[in-house]
C-alpha cells in the first residue's frame, strides 16, 4: 500500500468533500503544502507529464492529491521537489460533474491513479467507499485497460490524445470537448 496524501484548501462543502471522506475512511491523511514529501507523486491537472504504470516506482514515496475547487484551479500551489502528473482522458462518474471529462474529484483522481499503476489491492479499498466508484471503472474501462499497458507517460499521452480524436473528430487531444452527451454513452458501451 502506497501512502495517500491530501493537501487541502478547504474550498469546498465538507459534507461533501471526498478528500475529508478518504481521511474519516482511513484512506488518506492531510498534509501541509510543506510536509510534501521530496519525490512524490503530486496530482496536478496542470503538469505536463502524464501518470503511467512507470510512475508505480515512485509511488512508495506518496500519491499527493490537491484538493481544491475546480473554480479556484488557478490557485494551485507550485510543489517543488515533487513529481507533478496528471491524468489522462478520463470521464467523471461523481454526482457533481458526471460525464464531464477531466473533472474528476479528488477521490477519483486517487482511484484512477491506483488502477492506471496496477494497484489494484489498494483501489479496491477505494471502491467499497464511495457509492460511485464502481461507475467511475464503467465509464473508463477501455480507456483503463488502454493506459494500463502503457510504457511510459509518452505513450498515455499518445493513446489519450488518440481517444479523444476520435471520439471528439477535432483533434484537440489537450482541449476537453464541449460536449460530451454523446462521448459518454460511446464509453459506456465500450
Not at 17 to 33: D, I, N, P, S, Y
Not at 145 to 159: H, P
Not at 176 to 190: E, H, K, M, S, T
Request: charged share 25%; hydrophobic share 45%.
Amino acid at each position: 500500500m502506497i501512502p495517500i496524501l491530501v493537501y487541502d484548501k478547504d474550498q469546498c462543502d465538507p459534507k461533501k468533500c471526498t478528500a475529508k471522506r478518504m481521511e474519516k475512511f482511513g484512506l488518506a491523511r492531510e498534509v501541509r503544502l510543506d510536509r510534501i514529501p521530496r519525490g512524490a507523486l503530486v496530482l496536478d491537472p496542470t503538469a505536463d507529464t502524464m501518470l503511467s504504470p512507470a510512475d508505480a516506482k515512485h509511488a512508495h514515496l506518496g500519491l499527493v492529491v490537491l484538493d481544491l475547487t475546480w473554480t479556484h484551479i488557478s490557485e494551485l500551489p507550485r510543489i517543488r521537489a515533487a513529481r507533478g502528473r496528471c491524468l489522462p482522458y478520463l470521464v467523471a462518474a461523481n454526482p457533481v460533474n458526471w460525464g464531464k471529462p477531466w473533472r474528476l474529484n479528488s477521490a477519483e483522481a486517487v482511484l484512477a491513479s491506483l488502477i492506471i499503476m496496477g494497484m489494484d489491492e489498494q483501489a479496491e479499498l477505494f471502491m467499497g467507499r464511495f457509492n460511485w466508484a464502481p461507475e467511475l471503472v464503467t465509464l473508463n474501462k477501455a480507456l483503463f485497460d488502454e493506459y494500463r499497458t502503457a510504457a511510459d507517460s509518452d505513450e498515455v499521452r499518445s493513446m489519450s490524445d488518440s481517444y479523444v480524436r476520435s471520439v471528439a473528430g477535432d483533434g484537440g487531444g489537450d482541449r476537453c470537448p464541449q460536449d460530451v452527451r454523446g462521448l459518454v454513452f460511446n464509453i459506456a458501451r465500450a
